[in-house]
T-cell receptor, first 114, second 108 residues
Framework: GAVVSQHPSWVICKSGTSVKIECRSLDFQATTMFWYRQFPKQSLMLMATSNEGSKATYEQGVEKDKFLINHASLTLSTLTVTSAHPEDSSFYIC??????????FGPGTRLTVT | RKEVEQDPGPFNVPEGATVAFNCTYSNSASQSFFWYRQDCRKEPKLLMSVYSSGNEDGRFTAQLNRASQYISLLIRDSKLSDSATYLCAVTPHNKLIFGAGTRLAVHP
Protein backbone atom coordinates (compact mmCIF):
# COMPACT_ATOMS: atom_id res chain seq x y z
CA GLY A 1 0.00 0.00 0.00
CA ALA A 2 0.92 3.65 -0.23
CA VAL A 3 3.39 4.97 2.33
CA VAL A 4 2.88 8.39 3.87
CA SER A 5 5.10 9.99 6.46
CA GLN A 6 4.47 12.96 8.71
CA HIS A 7 6.97 14.85 10.76
CA PRO A 8 7.06 15.51 13.60
CA SER A 9 4.84 12.83 15.12
CA TRP A 10 4.30 15.00 18.16
CA VAL A 11 5.32 18.50 19.18
CA ILE A 12 4.90 20.73 22.19
CA CYS A 13 5.24 24.45 21.67
CA LYS A 14 4.57 27.66 23.53
CA SER A 15 1.73 30.02 22.74
CA GLY A 16 2.60 32.48 20.03
CA THR A 17 5.14 30.31 18.26
CA SER A 18 4.72 28.69 14.85
CA VAL A 19 4.91 25.00 14.07
CA LYS A 20 5.53 23.40 10.70
CA ILE A 21 4.25 19.91 9.93
CA GLU A 22 5.60 18.03 6.93
CA CYS A 23 3.78 15.37 5.00
CA ARG A 24 5.46 13.20 2.42
CA SER A 25 4.09 10.54 0.10
CA LEU A 26 7.04 8.19 -0.16
CA ASP A 27 6.11 5.89 -2.99
CA PHE A 28 3.56 7.79 -5.05
CA GLN A 29 2.83 11.23 -6.36
CA ALA A 30 -0.19 12.94 -4.87
CA THR A 31 -2.06 15.33 -7.07
CA THR A 32 -4.16 16.51 -4.15
CA MET A 33 -3.43 16.90 -0.47
CA PHE A 34 -6.07 17.08 2.21
CA TRP A 35 -5.35 18.28 5.74
CA TYR A 36 -7.55 17.21 8.63
CA ARG A 37 -7.53 17.88 12.34
CA GLN A 38 -9.12 15.88 15.08
CA PHE A 39 -9.95 17.09 18.58
CA PRO A 40 -10.24 14.51 21.36
CA LYS A 41 -13.26 12.23 20.97
CA GLN A 42 -14.33 14.03 17.82
CA SER A 43 -14.12 13.12 14.17
CA LEU A 44 -11.62 14.17 11.57
CA MET A 45 -12.54 17.60 10.30
CA LEU A 46 -11.34 18.63 6.86
CA MET A 47 -9.35 21.85 7.07
CA ALA A 48 -8.22 22.43 3.52
CA THR A 49 -7.55 20.93 0.13
CA SER A 50 -4.54 21.76 -1.99
CA ASN A 51 -3.31 20.80 -5.41
CA GLU A 52 0.35 20.86 -6.32
CA GLY A 53 1.43 24.34 -7.30
CA SER A 54 -1.90 25.94 -6.44
CA LYS A 55 -3.25 27.82 -3.46
CA ALA A 56 -5.12 25.76 -0.93
CA THR A 57 -8.89 25.88 -0.61
CA TYR A 58 -9.95 26.20 3.02
CA GLU A 59 -13.11 24.88 4.62
CA GLN A 60 -15.50 27.29 6.23
CA GLY A 61 -14.29 28.42 9.62
CA VAL A 62 -10.62 27.61 8.98
CA GLU A 63 -8.39 30.69 8.92
CA LYS A 64 -6.11 30.61 5.90
CA ASP A 65 -3.69 33.12 7.42
CA LYS A 66 -3.32 31.00 10.51
CA PHE A 67 -2.94 27.61 8.84
CA LEU A 68 -0.51 28.05 5.98
CA ILE A 69 -0.42 25.23 3.50
CA ASN A 70 2.30 24.74 0.94
CA HIS A 71 2.09 22.00 -1.67
CA ALA A 72 5.28 22.62 -3.58
CA SER A 73 5.66 19.17 -5.09
CA LEU A 74 3.70 16.01 -5.73
CA THR A 75 5.39 14.30 -2.79
CA LEU A 76 5.60 17.04 -0.16
CA SER A 77 3.11 19.30 1.54
CA THR A 78 3.51 21.37 4.69
CA LEU A 79 1.06 22.83 7.16
CA THR A 80 2.29 25.69 9.33
CA VAL A 81 0.29 26.65 12.38
CA THR A 82 1.18 30.29 12.96
CA SER A 83 0.96 32.03 16.31
CA ALA A 84 -0.30 28.86 17.92
CA HIS A 85 -2.71 29.02 20.84
CA PRO A 86 -3.81 26.30 23.26
CA GLU A 87 -7.07 25.87 21.32
CA ASP A 88 -4.97 24.80 18.31
CA SER A 89 -3.86 21.72 20.25
CA SER A 90 -5.10 18.84 18.17
CA PHE A 91 -4.18 15.82 16.07
CA TYR A 92 -3.31 16.94 12.54
CA ILE A 93 -3.44 14.36 9.76
CA CYS A 94 -2.46 14.78 6.14
CA UNK A 95 -4.09 12.79 3.39
CA UNK A 96 -2.44 12.65 -0.02
CA UNK A 97 -4.69 11.54 -2.81
CA UNK A 98 -4.20 10.10 -6.25
CA UNK A 99 -7.83 10.66 -7.14
CA UNK A 100 -11.11 11.01 -5.20
CA UNK A 101 -11.27 7.26 -4.73
CA UNK A 102 -7.71 6.68 -3.54
CA UNK A 103 -6.96 8.67 -0.44
CA UNK A 104 -4.22 7.72 2.03
CA PHE A 105 -3.45 9.02 5.48
CA GLY A 106 -0.30 10.04 7.27
CA PRO A 107 0.30 8.80 10.82
CA GLY A 108 -0.65 12.19 12.24
CA THR A 109 1.04 14.89 14.29
CA ARG A 110 -0.08 15.54 17.82
CA LEU A 111 0.31 19.25 18.63
CA THR A 112 0.15 20.55 22.17
CA VAL A 113 0.33 24.29 22.71
CA THR A 114 1.13 25.39 26.25
CA ARG B 1 -27.40 19.30 10.27
CA LYS B 2 -24.07 17.50 10.04
CA GLU B 3 -23.13 16.10 6.66
CA VAL B 4 -22.49 12.66 8.11
CA GLU B 5 -24.11 11.34 11.28
CA GLN B 6 -23.42 8.15 13.15
CA ASP B 7 -24.71 6.23 16.14
CA PRO B 8 -23.03 7.87 19.11
CA GLY B 9 -22.04 4.64 20.88
CA PRO B 10 -20.11 3.39 22.71
CA PHE B 11 -21.03 -0.20 22.00
CA ASN B 12 -19.81 -2.65 24.63
CA VAL B 13 -20.23 -6.23 23.42
CA PRO B 14 -18.90 -9.66 24.40
CA GLU B 15 -16.64 -11.63 22.12
CA GLY B 16 -18.61 -13.46 19.46
CA ALA B 17 -21.42 -10.93 19.36
CA THR B 18 -22.81 -9.39 16.19
CA VAL B 19 -22.87 -5.61 16.17
CA ALA B 20 -24.25 -3.14 13.64
CA PHE B 21 -23.32 0.48 13.05
CA ASN B 22 -25.45 2.95 11.16
CA CYS B 23 -24.60 6.14 9.36
CA THR B 24 -26.68 8.71 7.47
CA TYR B 25 -25.47 11.38 5.08
CA SER B 26 -27.17 14.55 3.98
CA ASN B 27 -25.75 15.22 0.52
CA SER B 28 -27.54 13.12 -2.07
CA ALA B 29 -24.77 13.90 -4.56
CA SER B 30 -22.28 11.83 -2.54
CA GLN B 31 -20.66 9.32 -4.83
CA SER B 32 -18.43 7.10 -2.74
CA PHE B 33 -18.90 5.58 0.68
CA PHE B 34 -16.45 4.02 3.08
CA TRP B 35 -16.00 2.56 6.51
CA TYR B 36 -12.75 3.31 8.32
CA ARG B 37 -11.36 1.98 11.54
CA GLN B 38 -9.38 4.23 13.86
CA ASP B 39 -7.39 3.05 16.84
CA CYS B 40 -6.59 5.42 19.67
CA ARG B 41 -4.10 8.13 18.66
CA LYS B 42 -3.66 6.65 15.19
CA GLU B 43 -4.69 7.60 11.70
CA PRO B 44 -7.84 6.05 10.18
CA LYS B 45 -7.39 2.86 8.22
CA LEU B 46 -9.71 1.92 5.39
CA LEU B 47 -11.84 -1.03 6.40
CA MET B 48 -13.95 -1.31 3.28
CA SER B 49 -15.65 0.62 0.54
CA VAL B 50 -19.42 0.40 0.39
CA TYR B 51 -21.14 -0.47 -2.85
CA SER B 52 -24.78 -0.12 -3.85
CA SER B 53 -25.21 -3.87 -4.07
CA GLY B 54 -23.75 -4.37 -0.60
CA ASN B 55 -20.46 -6.10 -0.01
CA GLU B 56 -18.87 -8.49 2.40
CA ASP B 57 -15.31 -9.00 3.55
CA GLY B 58 -14.98 -11.89 5.95
CA ARG B 59 -16.86 -11.00 9.12
CA PHE B 60 -17.70 -7.52 7.87
CA THR B 61 -20.71 -6.62 5.73
CA ALA B 62 -21.45 -3.14 4.44
CA GLN B 63 -24.71 -1.94 2.95
CA LEU B 64 -25.75 1.23 1.19
CA ASN B 65 -29.27 2.57 0.76
CA ARG B 66 -29.10 5.57 -1.54
CA ALA B 67 -32.82 6.30 -1.31
CA SER B 68 -32.62 6.65 2.46
CA GLN B 69 -29.04 8.03 2.37
CA TYR B 70 -28.00 5.40 4.85
CA ILE B 71 -24.91 3.21 5.27
CA SER B 72 -24.45 0.31 7.63
CA LEU B 73 -21.66 -1.92 8.84
CA LEU B 74 -22.27 -5.33 10.38
CA ILE B 75 -19.54 -7.12 12.28
CA ARG B 76 -20.13 -10.78 13.02
CA ASP B 77 -18.33 -12.93 15.60
CA SER B 78 -16.67 -9.92 17.25
CA LYS B 79 -13.06 -10.29 18.33
CA LEU B 80 -11.21 -8.42 21.03
CA SER B 81 -9.08 -6.94 18.27
CA ASP B 82 -12.16 -5.31 16.73
CA SER B 83 -12.19 -2.79 19.59
CA ALA B 84 -11.71 0.59 17.91
CA THR B 85 -13.66 3.58 16.63
CA TYR B 86 -15.50 3.03 13.35
CA LEU B 87 -15.92 6.04 11.09
CA CYS B 88 -18.14 6.22 8.07
CA ALA B 89 -17.07 8.57 5.32
CA VAL B 90 -18.66 9.90 2.16
CA THR B 91 -17.40 11.97 -0.73
CA PRO B 92 -19.61 14.90 -1.69
CA HIS B 93 -17.72 17.30 -3.96
CA ASN B 94 -14.70 14.99 -4.24
CA LYS B 95 -13.79 15.50 -0.56
CA LEU B 96 -13.81 12.77 2.05
CA ILE B 97 -16.09 13.80 4.92
CA PHE B 98 -16.17 11.72 8.09
CA GLY B 99 -18.81 10.98 10.66
CA ALA B 100 -18.01 11.45 14.33
CA GLY B 101 -17.33 7.74 14.75
CA THR B 102 -18.76 5.01 16.91
CA ARG B 103 -16.64 3.44 19.60
CA LEU B 104 -16.71 -0.34 19.88
CA ALA B 105 -15.36 -2.15 22.91
CA VAL B 106 -15.32 -5.95 22.72
CA HIS B 107 -14.81 -7.67 26.08
CA PRO B 108 -13.97 -11.28 26.95
Amino acid sequence: GAVVSQHPSWVICKSGTSVKIECRSLDFQATTMFWYRQFPKQSLMLMATSNEGSKATYEQGVEKDKFLINHASLTLSTLTVTSAHPEDSSFYICSPSLNPYEQYFGPGTRLTVT
Amino acid sequence: RKEVEQDPGPFNVPEGATVAFNCTYSNSASQSFFWYRQDCRKEPKLLMSVYSSGNEDGRFTAQLNRASQYISLLIRDSKLSDSATYLCAVTPHNKLIFGAGTRLAVHP
